[in-house]
């Protein structure tokens, strides 16, 4: 197991791609029949695609995966599934807001990875290659549309919250 600093926050960053795509499992099956779970499951593969991506650096940096890292963020995503499953029994549209806005915000953890990545790669032979401009816009592109779901999620969410704010 490599302990350089490199090494250390790509498996970070992959250890939070395997709890996306478990958040992304339990949001689309929450969806099931609905536009969103269409949605979910093409961002999915997207993710499993920047996973490969993920995978082929720490293989050219000579690290290995920490499947520890990976295992823990699989039984915290298990958890997390457990707590949402029991709020989305009285509220399942917040469920649906949370989840979302979760995904949101560890897909602007991958963009900060990109960014950092394609800063070192003029500097590291190692990091060179890939088109991180590209991955930069494909998260960018998956961030706007999760973001556009959590609003619609959230309007369903708090319509009853904002309809009697309304009245008073």
Known sequence: ?????LAIYLNDHLAGSVGAL???DMLA?????????EKLRA??????EDQGTLRRILARIDADEHRLK???AWVSEKVSQARSTLANRAHPALATVEGLEA????IQGKLGLWFV??????????????DYEALETRANIQHAIVERERIEAARVA??????????Q
């Open 158 to 167: 708090f319509a009853s919250a904002t309809v009697g704010a309304t009245e």
């Open 117 to 130: 990545l394609a800063d070192l790669a003029p500097r590291d032979p190692r990091l060179a290659g890939f």
């Open 1 to 5: 197991m490599s302990t350089e600093p």
């Open 43 to 48: 961002l999915r593969l997207e993710i499993e």
């Open 103 to 106: 995904l949101g915000l560890g």
């Open 29 to 37: 099956e929450h969806e099931r029949g609905r536009p969103l779970e």
């Open 22 to 24: 478990e958040l992304i």
């Open 70 to 72: 990976q295992v823990a």
